[in-house]
Every structure is written in structure tokens, then in C-alpha cells.
Nanobody, 121 residues
């Protein structure tokens, strides 16, 4: 069993930065890849980025490439999403999830409660 808690969301102006954290409890966290997903009002949930068990492999959506960076610290049971050059279209609730590291939400077994990110123009 893994419990995930996101933090670091907030209101930021376009062009600004935020760093989201996903803190996990449970001794098996390092056995899971972790993904970040987001969902804007009226839209479907979409994949943002994922990182492998060791942190040696990452993937990200084309819409955030070059702006968002995912990383993890297994000693701290935490995964981070550094978001730079934020745009109003990045406004959404951001969720972290533990699972297979794919771009499909169905590949993840555990989800956090989400953290709101709002980017003003």
C-alpha cells in the first residue's frame, strides 16, 4: 500500500515557476514508477510526466517538454515536478500516481488527492 500527498500548488503569473512535491508513505515506494497527470475543468485527465523506479528514465508530454522536469529522491520517498515558463493553459489540478510509468492513467494503482495550479495571464 502506498499513500501519496501532493503539495506545492498555487497561483502564479504566466512565465513563473512552481515546484510540486509528491510525498509517499510506505516502504515499497521505490518499487513503483511515478507519474504526474493533470485535469483542467471540463477536460479529460492528461499525462504530464513520468519517472522510472530508479529515476534513470523519464518521459513527458510534448506540451510540457523543455519546461517541466520530473525527478525523484527515493531516500525521501518524494517525487518532484519542477514547472518553469508556466502558461495559462497549464492551469489544472495536478495528481501524482504510483504505477507502471506509462502514459495511461489505468497503469497506476495509487493516486494522490491533487493540488491546484492556477496560472494567470
Amino acid at each position: 500500500q502506498v499513500q501519496l500527498v501532493e503539495s506545492g500548488g498555487g497561483l502564479v503569473q504566466a512565465g513563473g515557476s512552481l515546484r510540486l512535491s509528491c510525498a509517499a508513505s510506505g516502504r515499497t515506494f521505490s518499487r513503483y514508477a511515478v507519474g504526474w497527470f493533470r485535469q483542467a475543468p471540463g477536460k479529460e485527465r492528461e499525462f504530464v510526466a513520468a519517472i522510472s523506479l530508479s529515476g534513470g528514465s523519464t518521459s513527458s508530454a510534448d506540451s510540457v517538454k523543455g519546461r517541466f522536469t520530473i525527478s525523484r529522491d527515493n531516500a525521501k520517498n518524494t517525487v518532484y515536478l519542477q514547472m518553469n515558463s508556466l502558461k495559462p493553459e497549464d492551469t489544472a489540478v495536478y495528481y501524482c500516481a504510483a504505477g507502471d510509468g506509462s502514459r495511461r492513467g489505468a497503469g497506476y494503482d495509487y493516486w494522490g488527492q491533487g493540488t491546484q495550479v492556477t496560472v494567470s495571464s
